[in-house]
C-alpha cells in the first residue's frame, strides 16, 4: 500500500493555458474524491468517482473543469483556460466505500499567472 | 448544508503544553475525521472517529455525535505538532465528500 499519489507536485501556468493532474489512489479503494483549498481556507468538495462512474459535481466545478477515471483506477482533472482564480492547491482522496476513511494524496500546487 | 465549525482558530503554546482543539457540526454525520495539514500541504490522517472516543499516542480525540461535537488533546505539545488541524464530517443521508471546517492553526514554540 503505497498511499495516494498525485503529479504534478507544483504546476505553474499562464492564464489562458490548459492543464491536467493526474491521482492514483490507494489501490483496491473504489471511491475518488477531488477537493480544492484556497489559502486560509479548509478543503472544498469538487467531484467524486465510485469505480468509473463520475457520481456527484460541486456548482464550484464550471465547464472549464473536466474530471474521469477511465478504468476505474487512476483519475485526471483538466482544468481548460485557467484564470487566476483557478489559483489553489487540489487535493485527491481515496477511499473503499462512501462512508469510510478517506485517505489524501500530498496535492498539486497551481499558480496561474 | 452542514456547518463545521472549528475553535479555536489559532492557538499559541510551549512546548509541554496540553490544548483541546474543538469541532462543532450543525446536523447528524456519518463520519468525522480529523487531519494535521503539513507545511507542505499534506493532509495527514489522525482519527477517524464517528462516535467514541480513541487514543494514538500523545493525541486522543472524542465525539459525541448526538451532542454534534468531537474533541482533539494534544499533550505534552511538541514543535512538530506546528500546523493547521483540521476536523472533517460526512452529513448523514449524504454521498460520502467530507465537510471540512476552517481548521485550528496551531504554533508550539519551543
Known amino acids: 500500500d503505497t498511499g495516494v499519489s498525485q503529479d504534478p507536485r507544483h504546476k505553474i501556468t499562464k492564464r489562458g493555458q490548459n492543464v491536467t493532474f493526474r491521482c492514483d489512489p490507494i489501490s483496491e479503494h473504489n471511491r475518488l474524491y477531488w477537493y480544492r483549498q484556497t489559502l486560509g481556507q479548509g478543503p472544498e468538495f469538487l467531484t467524486y468517482?465510485?469505480?468509473?462512474?463520475?457520481?456527484?459535481k460541486s456548482r464550484l466545478l464550471s465547464d472549464r473543469f473536466s474530471a474521469e477515471r477511465p478504468k476505474g483506477s487512476f483519475s485526471t482533472l483538466e482544468i481548460q483556460r485557467t484564470e487566476q482564480g483557478d489559483s489553489a492547491m487540489y487535493l485527491c482522496?481515496?477511499?473503499?466505500?462512501?462512508?469510510?476513511?478517506?485517505?489524501f494524496g500530498p496535492g498539486t500546487r497551481l499558480t496561474v499567472l | 448544508g452542514i456547518q463545521v465549525e472549528q475553535s479555536p482558530p489559532d492557538l499559541i503554546l510551549q512546548e509541554g503544553a496540553n490544548s483541546t482543539l474543538r469541532c462543532n457540526f450543525s446536523?447528524?454525520?456519518?463520519?468525522l475525521q480529523w487531519f494535521h495539514q503539513n507545511p507542505w500541504g499534506q493532509l495527514i490522517n489522525l482519527f477517524y472517529i464517528p462516535s467514541g472516543t480513541k487514543q494514538n499516542g500523545r493525541l486522543s480525540a472524542t465525539t459525541v455525535a448526538t451532542e454534534r461535537y468531537s474533541l482533539l488533546y494534544i499533550s505534552s505539545s511538541q514543535t512538530t505538532d506546528s500546523g493547521v488541524y483540521f476536523c472533517?464530517?460526512?452529513?448523514?443521508?449524504?454521498?460520502?465528500?467530507?465537510?471540512f471546517g476552517q481548521g485550528t492553526t496551531l504554533q508550539v514554540k519551543p
Open positions: 446536523d447528524s454525520v456519518n463520519n
Open positions: 472533517a464530517v460526512v452529513p448523514l443521508m449524504d454521498t460520502g465528500k467530507l465537510i
Open positions: 468517482f465510485q469505480n468509473e462512474a463520475q457520481l456527484e
Open positions: 482522496a481515496s477511499s473503499h466505500l462512501g462512508y469510510n476513511e478517506q485517505f
